[in-house]
C-alpha cells in the first residue's frame, strides 16, 4: 500500500513537472509562431526600405531556408549530446542576435545575412519535442505525454503566426511606419523567451560517454547544401538551367559516401540503421511528402484566391480577405493539433497518423472538382489544415517516440530537414507549373488553371502516398508500450 502510494506520488510529481514544461516552452513556440507572421504584412515596406525589388525578397525565405536545412540536424545532434536546454539556450541567443541587426540592416546584403541567420529558430520545436519525452519516459508514458505537448506546442506556433501577422502592419503604422523601431518588436519577444527558457526549463538527460561525428557532419552538411541550393535555384531560375539539375545530383548522389562512413562509426552522426527500421523511415518520408502541401502549397492558394473571376476561375479576393481566409486555415491547424492526442487514444498513434495524412490528401484533391467558389476553397483548406495541424507536432513527437535513447533530438530533427526538402522541391517545381499557360489568361500576372490542378494534384497524391507509407509502420509503434525497453544509443534497437 505504501508502495502504491509512493508510486502515485512520483507519477504526479512527474506530470506536474511535464506541465510546468510545456507551460514555458508553449511561450518558446509563440515567439516561433510570432517570427513566422510578422514579417509577412510588412514585405512590401521592407522592400521599399532596401531599395530592392518584389523577386529579390525570395533570396530571403530562400537563405533561411539554406540555413535551417543544414543547422537543425547539427545542433539537434548537439542537444542529444549535451542537453537540449543548453542548445535550445544557444539557438535562442543566435536567433535573438540575428533578430536584432535584422533592426538594423539598411542595405540588401546585410540584411539577408540577417534573415538567414535568423533561421536558427527552426531547431526550436526538435529540441522541444526531446525535452518533453526525455522527461515523459521516467513516468512510462513518454510517448503519450510527447504527442499531447506537441499538439499543444503546435497550438502555440499558430497562434503566434496569427498574432504576428494581425500585428504585424498594425505596430508598423502606430510607429509611424519606422521600420527600425517595428523590427525591434520580434528581437525582444525572441530575447525575453530566452529567460522563460533559463529560468522555466529543467534540462534533459543526455547519456555520457557520447562523441560527436564531426566528419559525418562535414559530409551530410556537404550534401544538404549541395541539395537545398539546387532546390533554391531551380526555383529562382526555373529547370531550363541544367547546372541546377547538376547540384541536386551530385548532392543526392554524396549520400553514398555519408552512408558508408556512417555505418562504420560507433555513434555516428545519423544512425542509419535506426532510420531503416519499420517505424522510422515511413516517418521521416512522410515529413518530405507533407512537406508538399505544408510548405510548398500556401502561395499558390494565396495567389488563386488573389486571382481576377475574369479568367474564369480565382476568387478575386482582396488582401484583407485573402487574411481572412489563411487565418481560418490556421485554425482549423490548431482544431487538427488538439484532436490528434484524442483519436490516437481512441484508436492507435499509428491509425491516426494515416488519417491524418488522408485528411490533406482529401482537402487538396477535393480543388480538382470544387475550386470556384470561395466557401468551396475555404471547405478544402479546412479539412487539410485539420491533417496537417495534427502532423506538424504529431511527426516529430513519433520520431522521437521510435528513436533508441541519446537520438530524440536528431530523429525529430530530421523530420524538419525532409520537410524542408520537400517543401523546397515543391516550391521551385510549383513556381513552374504555374506558369506554364500563364500567357492564355486574361490578366497579365494570373497564373493558368491547369498550373494550379498540378499544384492541387501534386499535392493530393504526394499526401496520399505517405498514409500508404505509414501502413508499413508496426501496429503498435509510438505507444507507451512500444517505449518502455529501450537500447542506449548507438545499438541498434529490436
Given at each position: 500500500?505504501?508502495?502504491?502510494?509512493?508510486?502515485?506520488?512520483?507519477?504526479?510529481?512527474?506530470?506536474?513537472?511535464?506541465?510546468?514544461?510545456?507551460?514555458?516552452?508553449?511561450?518558446?513556440?509563440?515567439?516561433?509562431?510570432?517570427?513566422?507572421?510578422?514579417?509577412?504584412?510588412?514585405?512590401?515596406?521592407?522592400?521599399?526600405?532596401?531599395?530592392?525589388?518584389?523577386?529579390?525578397?525570395?533570396?530571403?525565405?530562400?537563405?533561411?531556408?539554406?540555413?535551417?536545412?543544414i543547422s537543425v540536424p547539427f545542433l539537434a545532434k548537439l542537444g542529444d549530446l549535451y542537453g537540449h536546454r543548453r542548445i535550445l539556450l544557444v539557438s535562442t541567443v543566435l536567433t535573438a542576435g540575428a533578430s536584432w541587426w535584422l533592426a538594423f540592416a539598411?542595405?540588401?546584403w546585410s540584411f539577408l545575412a540577417a534573415w538567414a541567420l535568423q533561421g536558427f529558430y527552426v531547431v526550436w520545436l526538435p529540441l522541444e519535442v526531446a525535452l518533453i519525452f526525455d522527461r515523459g519516459r521516467r513516468t512510462g508514458r513518454g510517448a503519450s505525454q510527447t504527442r499531447r505537448a506537441a499538439g499543444l506546442l503546435v497550438v502555440a506556433l499558430e497562434a503566434g503566426a496569427i498574432i504576428g501577422a494581425l500585428s504585424g502592419g498594425r505596430v508598423f503604422a502606430a510607429l509611424?511606419?519606422?521600420?527600425?523601431?517595428?523590427?525591434?518588436?520580434?528581437?525582444?519577444a525572441v530575447t525575453l523567451v530566452f529567460f522563460a527558457i533559463w529560468f522555466g526549463v529543467p534540462e534533459s538527460e543526455p547519456v555520457t560517454g557520447r562523441s560527436l561525428d564531426t566528419r559525418g557532419f562535414i559530409l551530410l552538411t556537404v550534401?544538404?547544401?549541395?541539395?537545398?541550393?539546387?532546390?533554391?535555384?531551380?526555383?529562382?531560375?526555373?529547370?531550363?538551367?541544367?547546372?541546377v539539375w547538376v547540384l541536386i545530383l551530385v548532392g543526392i548522389l554524396s549520400f553514398i559516401p555519408f552512408g558508408r562512413f556512417e555505418l562504420r562509426q560507433k555513434d555516428p552522426a545519423i544512425d542509419l540503421r535506426v532510420l531503416r527500421q519499420p517505424n522510422m523511415w515511413p516517418v521521416q518520408l512522410t515529413a518530405g511528402l507533407v512537406g508538399i502541401s505544408l510548405l510548398g502549397a500556401q502561395a499558390p492558394l494565396a495567389t488563386y484566391a488573389g486571382t481576377d473571376r475574369a479568367n474564369g476561375y480565382g476568387l478575386g479576393l482582396d488582401a484583407s480577405d485573402i487574411s481572412t481566409?489563411?487565418?481560418?486555415?490556421?485554425?482549423?491547424?490548431?482544431?487538427?493539433?488538439?484532436?490528434?492526442?484524442?483519436?490516437?487514444?481512441?484508436?492507435?498513434?499509428?491509425?491516426?497518423?494515416?488519417?491524418?495524412?488522408?485528411?490533406?490528401?482529401?482537402?487538396?484533391?477535393?480543388?480538382?472538382?470544387?475550386?470556384?467558389?470561395?466557401?468551396?476553397?475555404?471547405?478544402?483548406?479546412?479539412?487539410?489544415?485539420?491533417?496537417?495541424?495534427?502532423?506538424?507536432?504529431?511527426l516529430p513527437a513519433a520520431a522521437a517516440a521510435a528513436a533508441p535513447r541519446g537520438q530524440t533530438g536528431i530523429a525529430a530533427a530530421l523530420t524538419n530537414t525532409t520537410k524542408t526538402i520537400g517543401g523546397s522541391f515543391a516550391s521551385g517545381i510549383f513556381g513552374v507549373v504555374l506558369i506554364v499557360g500563364a500567357a492564355s489568361t486574361v490578366t497579365s500576372t494570373a497564373a493558368s488553371l491547369g498550373g494550379y490542378l498540378t499544384v492541387w494534384t501534386i499535392c493530393g497524391v504526394g499526401a496520399l502516398a505517405a498514409g500508404v507509407l505509414l501502413f508499413f509502420v508496426p501496429k503498435l509503434a509510438f505507444s507507451d508500450v512500444a517505449v518502455l525497453e529501450e537500447p542506449v544509443a548507438g545499438e541498434l534497437a529490436p
Open positions: 500500500m505504501s508502495f502504491a502510494r509512493g508510486s502515485a506520488r512520483f507519477t504526479s510529481s512527474a506530470a506536474g513537472v511535464t506541465a510546468s514544461l510545456v507551460g514555458f516552452l508553449f511561450l518558446v513556440e509563440i515567439t516561433s509562431g510570432i517570427l513566422q507572421g510578422f514579417y509577412i504584412p510588412l514585405i512590401p515596406d521592407l522592400v521599399r526600405h532596401l531599395g530592392i525589388h518584389d523577386a529579390d525578397f525570395n533570396w530571403f525565405e530562400a537563405a533561411q531556408l539554406l540555413v535551417a536545412a539598411g542595405d540588401f509611424g511606419e519606422n521600420v527600425t523601431l517595428t523590427l525591434f518588436m520580434p528581437a525582444i550534401g544538404l547544401l549541395l541539395i537545398t541550393s539546387g532546390l533554391t535555384f531551380l526555383r529562382l531560375n526555373g529547370p531550363g538551367a541544367w547546372w481566409l489563411i487565418g481560418a486555415y490556421l485554425i482549423s491547424m490548431i482544431v487538427g493539433a488538439l484532436l490528434f492526442p484524442m483519436v490516437s487514444r481512441l484508436a492507435s498513434p499509428r491509425v491516426a497518423l494515416i488519417a491524418a495524412t488522408f485528411l490533406v490528401a482529401l482537402g487538396y484533391l477535393l480543388f480538382l472538382p470544387f475550386h470556384l467558389e470561395t466557401w468551396q476553397v475555404f471547405t478544402n483548406m479546412a479539412i487539410a489544415g485539420l491533417g496537417s495541424g495534427a502532423l506538424v507536432g504529431a
